[in-house]
């Protein structure tokens, strides 16, 4: 069974550009959650994707937009970077839409964003 | 408001001398409470999770319980290796909000 995947390890941007941010769910899980963690902080929920619908989000502007696909794979895009938005971005999936009792989430390894 | 917090911020401690983590919460409709262990850098590995009052869980040194307002992270005679950060998350709804973490260093 492999576990969350998620790619970049590491990446550097400048203000205002765009990045996306691409995480592979644990095998047979169909629910993916992101998250963004800045140093010395708990991770913040951005929002969660259940069978490529966005199924609740976090505080977080429009400019954090995502997508799931029927892989199950995801992608997290932030347009007009700013130096704030450098965190950890962490991905979590978890079995299924999360109905009754809460669901365990799975993290993978994070992608390092760094805005300059 | 709901929010989770957690104490002490940081904890040190000798080589096999246990303590407890407190993960405390005021959110309504708990669905589930997570503990969770985060190294420098990496993702948060799961450790446990609790559904109701009474409930408690074990897995080696660790153990956790839970209250209807607060949980408590037990570790009995912690080794070096268990220094980490120690996470807690509450879901409700649907949202999952972690705590701010316990940076838990053991020495030698």
């Known amino acids: 069974e492999t576990g969350v995947t998620q790619s970049p390890t590491h990446l550097i941007k400048t203000r205002g550009q765009q990045v996306t941010l691409r995480c592979s769910s644990q095998?047979?899980?169909?629910?993916v959650s992101w998250y963004q963690q800045a140093l010395g902080q708990g991770p913040q929920f951005i929002f969660q994707?259940?069978?490529?619908?966005?199924?609740g989000r976090g505080n977080f502007p429009p400019r954090f937009s995502g997508l799931q696909f029927p892989n199950y794979s995801s992608e997290l895009n932030v347009n007009a970077l700013e130096l704030d938005d450098s965190a950890l971005y962490l991905c979590?999936?978890?079995?299924?839409?999360?109905?009754?009792?809460?669901?365990?989430?799975?993290f993978g390894p994070g992608t390092r964003l760094l805005v300059l | 408001e709901d929010q989770v917090t957690q104490s002490p911020e940081a904890l040190r401690l000798q080589e096999g001398e246990s303590s407890s983590l407190n993960c405390s919460y005021t959110?309504?409709?708990?669905?589930?409470l997570f503990w969770y262990r985060q190294d420098p850098g990496k993702g948060p590995e799961f450790l446990f999770t609790?559904?109701?009052a009474g409930e408690e869980k074990e897995k080696e040194r660790l153990k956790a319980t839970l209250t209807k307002k607060e949980s408590f992270l037990h570790i009995t005679a912690p080794k070096p290796e268990d220094s980490a950060t120690y996470l807690c998350?509450?879901?409700?709804?649907?949202?999952?909000?972690f705590g701010p973490g316990t940076r838990l260093s053991v020495l030698p």
């Open positions: 979590a999936s978890s079995p299924s839409g999360g109905a009754g009792r809460g669901e365990t989430q799975y």
């Open positions: 095998s047979g899980h169909n629910t």
């Open positions: 994707y259940y069978r490529e619908e966005e199924n």
């Open positions: 959110v309504s409709g708990l669905r589930g």
């Open positions: 609790l559904y109701s």
């Open positions: 998350a509450v879901n409700y709804g649907q949202n999952f909000v």
